[in-house]
């Protein structure tokens, strides 16, 4: 499969549940739309990053960027489907995060190089963070395939510990081959191909606004 082929399939399954999610988005429980921004930001970035590897070879800044957007976002989503404790804990996470970004990107790297670092520290920390409360939202409907939580965080799970392994091998190896690392990306892509269509699922069954306060008040 070529690169573009690849790149089209990776947005068409992006495209999917992120129009799901915007065709409820007056319907949908309210706390599963910072997700669906997410989606669409995904989309954006992507293809961004297509057309200035096109134009002049590198993606590295928009890659860098989204990196950190992306990390925010999914901390916010956490924070309203209450999995901190405290809302002091959403604030020292996302600290955190944009202290170590600084570092890596504008202290020491650059936006104009790659550094595996950041994308483990944040895929290490959001895997923990959904580890921690994932028993819990299991638990909010018996039955887990039609739990949208459940299914979203699942797949966060997979697809970020699939990062921390391949970003962990690049940095344990730094002289892996350039074809080598190619087939890392590809597979990556195509984890993340998987990882959408179960969020297709995901936004098709994910409660709406009524279904939510009953819930809520039940």
Same mark, same amino acid.
């Given at each position: 499969?070529?690169?573009? #082929?690849?790149?089209?399939?990776?947005?068409?399954?992006?495209?999917?549940?992120?129009?799901?999610?915007?065709?409820? $988005? =007056? =319907?949908?429980?309210?706390?599963?739309?910072?997700? +669906?921004?997410?989606?669409?930001?995904?989309?954006?970035?992507?293809? %961004?990053?297509?057309?200035?590897?096109?134009?002049?070879?590198?993606?590295?800044?928009?890659?860098?960027?989204?990196?950190?957007?992306?990390?925010?976002?999914?901390?916010?989503?956490?924070?309203?489907? #209450?999995?901190?404790? =405290?809302?002091?804990?959403?604030?020292?996470?996302?600290?955190?995060?944009?202290?170590? $970004?600084? +570092?890596?990107?504008?202290?020491?790297?650059?936006?104009?190089?790659?550094?595996?670092?950041?994308?483990?520290?944040?895929?290490? &920390?959001?895997?923990?963070?959904?580890?921690?409360?994932?028993?819990?939202?299991?638990?909010?409907? &018996?039955?887990?395939?039609?739990?949208?939580?459940?299914?979203?965080?699942?797949?966060? %799970?997979?697809?970020?510990?699939?990062?921390?392994?391949?970003?962990?091998?690049?940095?344990?190896?730094? &002289?892996?081959?350039? #074809?080598?690392?190619?087939?890392?990306?590809?597979?990556?892509?195509?984890?993340?191909?998987?990882?959408?269509?179960?969020? %297709? $699922?995901?936004?098709? %069954?994910?409660?709406?606004?009524?279904?939510?306060? $009953?819930?809520?008040?039940?």
């Amino acid at each position: 499969m070529s690169v573009f #082929q690849l790149f089209l399939l990776m947005q068409f399954a992006r495209l999917i549940p992120f129009l799901i999610g915007v065709s409820r $988005w =007056k =319907k949908i429980d309210p706390t599963y739309k910072p997700f +669906i921004v997410l989606l669409g930001l995904g989309l954006v970035n992507e293809s %961004i990053s297509y057309l200035l590897i096109k134009v002049i070879g590198t993606n590295v800044i928009p890659f860098n960027v989204f990196q950190i957007v992306e990390c925010l976002v999914l901390l916010y989503q956490f924070r309203v489907w #209450q999995f901190f404790r =405290k809302n002091y804990y959403f604030y020292v996470a996302a600290g955190a995060f944009i202290a170590f $970004w600084i +570092i890596q990107n504008l202290v020491f790297g650059g936006l104009q190089n790659f550094y595996p670092y950041f994308r483990v520290f944040y895929a290490f &920390t959001i895997v923990l963070i959904i580890l921690n409360r994932i028993i819990y939202v299991a638990n909010e409907n &018996t039955n887990v395939f039609r739990n949208a939580k459940f299914i979203i965080s699942s797949g966060l %799970i997979i697809f970020f510990i699939y990062q921390i392994l391949f970003e962990g091998a690049l940095i344990a190896n730094t &002289t892996v081959e350039e #074809q080598e690392r190619n087939i890392f990306i590809k597979l990556l892509g195509f984890m993340d191909i998987m990882m959408n269509v179960i969020y %297709i $699922w995901a936004m098709y %069954i994910a409660p709406g606004k009524r279904d939510f306060a $009953w819930n809520k008040n039940i």
